[in-house]
């Protein structure tokens, strides 16, 4: 099973294209290391991702 983020591999973000799409339209900043496919879930819902997130924002830059 995959991790919900990219938090121990960053690299691989770069290939998610959901994750590039939600970046691009703002709903987090351009270092977020979450799965696109949570991120778009979370923002249909009408959350915010940073605020769910629990991890180490000077990683990917993310709201406090």
Request: hydrophobic letters at 30%.
């Amino acid at each position: 099973m995959s991790k919900p983020h990219y938090f121990d591999a960053p690299e691989e973000a770069k290939d998610d294209a959901m994750l590039n799409l939600v970046k691009k339209q703002g709903y987090v900043p351009d270092g977020c290391l979450l799965q696109g496919v949570l991120v778009m879930m979370i923002v249909r819902e009408g959350g915010d991702p940073c605020v769910g997130c629990h991890s180490d924002r000077t990683k990917c830059g993310g709201r406090q």
